[in-house]
């Protein structure tokens, strides 16, 4: 049983189009995560959810939205995609009322072509 | 605010030899720290962590870590490299506010046969 899986984990798309990253977690975390891993591999939080309320939105364009239907899933849209964006995103969980360790997903390695 | 600083972003050792992969850490309080190991494609997985119990921390395949709070550091060693560990290693904080996570920039370890 994977604990914390994204989908898909590859994605190559063009420019300007719409795309969405889905997560989910079946390890009964109440916060979940994005982040961005950069070609330098440096991992930068992009949004935090916490029982599906919005509780961290970094500095990231708008075209980035978040969508927490419930505490297990977490799902990235992305709108008029460009060049710029391309990146491996990964979702996390974690239980925050701990501040322990979050547990990440495979990541989705995003090509903008 | 928390961070951490991974000394070297490239290590290199001879399979049989010691690893040694550095990192500093600044906390304004009593800080939990963490390594995450992330093998070419693929996700984030934690090796070990450190939370205010023993300053001596063992993590999965023989790696370990020790706390030095008057050095500020939590260095990863492991006393034997085996091929399989060759990967990017990360040096984590948890932050404070709005960053759950802090990164470090990551140290790729190369092991040659």
């Known amino acids: 049983d994977t604990a914390v899986s994204q989908t898909p984990k590859y994605l190559v798309t063009q420019m300007g189009n719409d795309k969405s990253i889905k997560c989910e977690q079946n390890?009964?975390?109440?916060?979940m995560y994005w982040y961005k891993q950069d070609s330098k591999k440096f991992l930068k939080i992009m949004f935090s959810?916490?029982?599906?309320?919005?509780?961290i939105n970094e500095t990231v364009p708008n075209r980035f939205s978040p969508k927490s239907p419930d505490k297990a899933h977490l799902n990235l849209h992305i709108n008029s995609l460009e060049l710029g964006d391309s990146a491996v995103y990964f979702c996390?969980?974690?239980?925050?009322?701990?501040?322990?360790?979050?547990?990440f997903g495979q990541g989705t390695r995003l090509t903008v072509v | 605010a928390q961070s951490v600083t991974q000394l070297d972003s490239h290590v290199s050792v001879s399979e049989g030899t010691p690893v040694l992969l550095r990192c500093n850490y600044s906390s304004s309080y009593s800080p939990s720290l963490f390594w995450y190991v992330q093998h070419p494609n693929k996700g984030l997985q934690l090796l070990l962590k450190?939370?205010?119990?023993?300053?001596l921390v063992k993590g999965i395949n023989g790696f370990e870590a020790e706390f030095k709070k008057s050095e500020t550091s939590f260095h990863l060693t492991k006393p034997s490299a085996h091929m399989s560990d060759a990967a990017e290693y990360f040096c984590?904080?948890?932050?404070?506010?709005?960053?759950?996570?802090?990164f470090g920039k990551g140290t790729r370890l190369s092991v040659i046969a």
């Open positions: 959810y916490n029982n599906k309320e919005l509780i």
């Open positions: 984590v904080v948890i932050g404070s506010g709005n960053t759950p996570l802090v």
């Open positions: 450190y939370t205010s119990a023993a300053t």
């Open positions: 390890l009964g975390h109440d916060t």
């Open positions: 996390a969980s974690s239980q925050v009322s701990s501040w322990t360790e979050a547990f």
